[in-house]
């Protein structure tokens, strides 16, 4: 490992080098420290100072030779913390609005990949799959959904299930209703505003707030071991989706520094051990992602 990262260090400063105008890795490489926007959120951030996403950047600015900072935020706020202003979604645009200290230098925290997203930040290559589920309470008298090969319908038949039932949702999240088509469809919708932490989508659920929430796979897997024989999956609401650390649109030059590691520690083997680290089970509900 200290053989990838001396290589990506001198890459690193190779490519600082072979430019003139100022970049977001010029900045990280004079400060001397690479901030890290993160959020307590399933295996991601665990909040006990480690987590996927957590030991991804630490390893990131350990390849680039520099200190890390973790930077506590929320999905309501984190935008607004790498951007220095809030973005808010009007029908298909995304609408800058606000003046906020910048806080960050690059997202990682289980971020979904969404287009209104990819209108303002710079993604990084896929760190993680995932894909959004409808959850209901174990003794709700709707079942699962019988597969019928195409995910297409199968998400349909899903959606179904939901009639106009309550639905437990968070805005401005991967379990936006607004993501999947399921606003002015009937469904009496209701945004749990009590935190911005999808973890408590469940219990929520389980004290009777809704009669379905959304779940995305990642914490739908660890839900389920949590609260064994009190829910269960219904259905995927989506298709299947990516995350990835998300970057200013002046951070071209740091995404791809990201890149190259992501790519160097999936060749040597960290990677893999993170997965069996965080999320063991993963390979199982995403074999195309992890096809070893």
């Not at 973890?199 to 897997?221: I, Q, R, W, Y």
């Not at 990516?242 to 083997?269: H, M, Q, T, V």
Request: glycine letters at 8%; aromatic letters at 10%.
């Amino acid at each position: 490992m200290k053989a990838v990262i001396l290589t990506l260090s001198l890459w690193v400063w190779g490519l600082g080098g072979a430019t003139a105008w100022a970049d977001d890795l010029d900045d990280v490489l004079a400060r001397g420290e690479l901030r890290h926007l993160g959020i307590y959120y399933a295996n991601f951030v665990t909040g006990d100072g480690d987590g996927f996403d957590v030991d991804l950047a630490r390893g990131f600015a350990q390849s680039l030779g520099v200190r890390y900072t973790f930077v506590q935020t929320d999905f309501y706020t984190v935008m607004r913390d790498l951007l220095g202003h809030d973005s808010v979604r009007r029908a298909e645009d995304v609408v800058q609005e606000g003046s906020y200290p910048v806080r960050g230098d690059m997202i990682a925290a289980g971020f979904t990949i969404l287009p209104w997203r990819e209108k303002v930040v710079l993604y990084s290559e896929p760190t993680f799959p995932s894909q959004v589920w409808l959850v209901a309470r174990a003794d709700a008298p709707q079942n699962p959904i019988v597969g019928s090969g195409s995910l297409a319908q199968d998400i349909e038949a899903t959606k179904a299930l939901i009639g106009g039932h309550s639905l437990l949702v968070m805005e401005r999240t991967c379990l936006d209703p607004a993501n999947y088509g399921l606003k002015t469809k009937g469904i009496d919708l209701r945004a749990y505003t009590k935190s911005t932490n999808l973890n408590e989508m469940v219990p929520a659920l389980l004290n009777g707030e809704a009669d379905f929430t959304l779940l995305d796979v990642p914490n739908a897997v660890l839900d389920l071991q949590k609260w064994a024989g009190k829910i269960k999956v219904l259905g995927p609401i989506s298709e299947e989706q990516a995350l990835a650390a998300a970057f200013r649109p002046s951070g071209a030059r740091l995404r791809d520094a990201f890149n190259a590691y992501l790519n160097a520690i999936k060749e040597e083997g960290t990677y893999d051990g993170l997965v069996q680290k965080y999320y063991a089970s993963a390979p199982r509900y995403f074999p195309k992602f992890f096809p070893n």
